[in-house]
């Protein structure tokens, strides 16, 4: 995803307007591998300023995660803005604006996505609120199955953690 920011340096332009739509297999973020299941859309306009270049984008795209309960696959749509300042050198990142380096001429836009992809996928990704996830006894998904784990007389580990709380406002009282 490279966009040639020549015209713009140029002064040959003011505004490269940016508006495309492309493939890429995955995104590479906190140690993982995200795969990517739809093309990555960039809607938006790079902007000559006194200050420099600055753009203001937002993205578009589809991927893969898991159920952090139950580990079922999930198709994750993520939209958002990514906006700040282009610099040409690492040092000249800006301490209290979001800014972003280029190469030359090129700013490879997958690199950006990378860097703010972090911030912007959810914390916690479930099926479903209600998501039951695996027995920590025998490992079936619970959600699709019962197991004989709870007839077990040590089952205090498998309180539904809803229920905990309200275990601990009886022993208080
Ligand atoms: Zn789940
Ligand atoms: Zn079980």
């Given at each position: 995803?490279?966009?040639?920011?020549?015209?713009?340096?140029?002064?040959?332009?003011?505004?490269?307007?940016?508006?495309?739509?492309?493939?890429?297999?995955?995104?590479?973020?906190?140690?993982?591998?995200?795969?990517?299941?739809?093309?990555?859309?960039?809607?938006?306009?790079?902007?000559?300023?006194?200050?420099?270049?600055?753009?203001?984008?937002?993205?578009?795209?589809?991927?893969?995660?898991?159920?952090s309960r139950?580990?079922?696959?999930?198709?994750?749509?993520?939209?958002?803005?990514?906006?700040?300042?282009?610099?040409?050198?690492?040092?000249?990142?800006?301490?209290?604006?979001?800014?972003?380096?280029?190469?030359?001429?090129?700013?490879?836009?997958?690199?950006?996505?990378?860097?703010?992809?972090?911030?912007?996928?959810?914390?916690k990704?479930l099926?479903d609120e209600d998501c039951k996830g695996?027995?920590p006894?025998?490992?079936?998904?619970l959600?699709?199955?019962?197991?004989?784990?709870h007839?077990?007389?040590?089952d205090e580990q498998f309180v539904d953690p809803r229920f905990a709380k309200l275990k601990d406002f009886f022993k208080n009282?």
């Open positions: 995803m490279i966009i040639s920011l020549e015209k713009l340096i140029k002064r040959e332009v003011d505004i490269l307007d940016l508006n495309f739509s492309q493939k890429i297999d995955s995104i590479n973020c906190c140690g993982k591998s995200y795969k990517v299941t739809s093309p990555v859309e960039l809607k938006g306009k790079i902007i000559k300023t006194g200050e420099g270049m600055y753009l203001d984008s937002e993205v578009k795209f589809s991927i893969l995660d898991y159920c139950c580990l079922k696959e999930l198709e994750i749509d993520l939209e958002y803005p990514i906006k700040g300042f282009l610099v040409k050198n690492e040092k000249d990142v800006l301490e209290d604006e979001d800014t972003y380096v280029y190469n030359g001429d090129e700013l490879d836009f997958k690199n950006i996505i990378e860097d703010t992809f972090v911030l912007n996928i959810p914390q990704v099926c695996l027995c006894g025998c490992g079936v998904n959600n699709e199955e019962e197991c004989k784990c007839d077990d007389e040590n009282d």
